[in-house]
Each structure stands twice: as structure tokens, then as C-alpha cells.
């Protein structure tokens, strides 16, 4: 939470002698994030976990910011309410901006069902920093997946307030990219966000 205005007033934005262009340079590619937002079990945290390796054969630095990690850690005192919700995914976006400014790509699989929340974390960014990806996958589908069995534990009241079930999921509306992981391989879909990452000028071509 913030301060008070008092307080605010006498906090300013200390620069570094090492600034983020210094670390691009020497990484060899430059930082963003890739927000992954869908239903539980689309495959957001699968694909990240694809993607990530292989930049990392291109020798590209990542990081993974997964929804259920972050809550065993950094926001575990956080609850599933509207307003934790809202809490949970600032925090996570105000990381990923530190992330972008080191020059990591900086991966997130995070359900973030709220559009208003996922237009905060793109608004805090430079425009060619946030790259958002909806892993789409009918509801359906999404269930019979149930990784975790979290469906089956919704449907019998076990869990309130899941998302999908009872509680709302706000598809975005012009995201950078549409993954259908009910049509394609997740390795494929990590392809696909690849190609953008090279488009973009993040990631350099191989060869």
C-alpha cells in the first residue's frame, strides 16, 4: 500500500551510474515482458516454460514469474478477492517493470482476469516492452485438463470465487497475440511468441 503524501513527496527516482542500455549491451538483446494471461490449465505456465528455454539456447537471460510461485513468496499474504486480485497482479507489475529495465525478458503465466489490472501493468512499461499473450482455450477444455483438479474442487463448492466458474475471466481485447492451445502444441505456441520477440527487435534472428 502507499504511504502517505507527506511521505511520498520526499521519495525520488534514484539514477544509477549502470543504466539499463549499459546492460542490454552487454547481455546482447534488450528486456520486455511477455504477459501470458488465460484460464486456469490453458497452458500459460507450459508455454512460458518452453519459451524460456529456448531463448535460453540462444543464450537469452529469462525469468518466470508464475501465479502460484508468487504466492508461496512475495504476495503470500494475499487472498483471492477482487481487491487482493487487484493487490496481487500490481505487485507483479511493478516487478516486471524493474524486470523489463534490467534487459531480462521476463516471462509471467498469471490468470489476471481482470482487463483493467493487465492495462495497468501495460501502461507502467515503455509501449515496445509489454507484449500481452491470451492463451485462449474453451472453458470445457480447460476442464477436463484440470492439472491441478482445481475445477473439481470449484464445482463442489470447495473453491469460491475461481475463476471461470464464480468468478469472472475478462478476455483481452486487442492482445498482441491469441495462442489457441486446443488447436496447437504448446511448443508451437512458444513459436509463435518467439517470432514476435524477433519482429520486435527484442531477441536477435538466429544466425
Not at 507450459?46 to 535460453?56: F, G, K, V
Request: charged share 25%.
Amino acid at each position: 500500500m502507499k504511504s502517505d503524501n507527506t511521505a511520498d513527496k520526499n521519495i525520488t527516482w534514484h539514477h544509477h551510474g549502470v543504466d539499463r542500455n549499459d546492460r542490454e549491451k552487454l547481455l546482447g538483446h534488450r528486456g520486455a515482458t511477455v504477459w501470458l494471461t488465460g484460464l486456469s490449465g490453458s497452458g500459460k505456465s507450459t508455454i512460458a516454460d518452453i519459451l524460456a528455454e529456448m531463448l535460453q539456447e540462444r543464450g537469452v537471460l529469462t525469468s518466470i514469474l508464475d501465479g502460484d510461485n508468487i504466492r508461496h513468496g512475495l504476495n503470500s499474504d494475499l487472498g483471492f478477492s477482487p481487491e487482493d486480485r487487484k493487490e496481487n497482479i500490481r505487485w507483479i507489475a511493478e516487478v516486471a517493470k524493474l524486470f523489463s529495465s534490467f534487459g531480462v525478458i521476463n516471462l509471467l503465466a498469471f490468470i489476471s482476469p481482470y482487463r483493467e489490472d493487465r492495462d495497468f501493468a501495460r501502461s507502467i512499461q515503455n509501449e515496445n516492452d509489454f507484449i500481452e499473450v491470451y492463451v485462449e482455450v474453451p472453458l470445457e477444455v480447460a476442464e477436463q485438463r484440470d492439472p491441478k483438479g482445481l475445477y473439481k474442487k470449484a464445482r463442489s463448492g470447495e473453491i469460491p470465487s475461481f475463476t471461470g466458474i464464480s468468478a469472472p475471466y475478462e478476455a483481452p481485447l486487442s492482445p498482441e497475440l491469441v495462442l489457441k492451445t486446443h488447436e496447437f502444441t504448446a511448443e508451437e505456441c512458444a513459436e509463435q511468441v518467439l517470432q514476435i520477440l524477433q519482429d520486435r527487435s527484442i531477441v536477435p534472428p538466429v544466425g
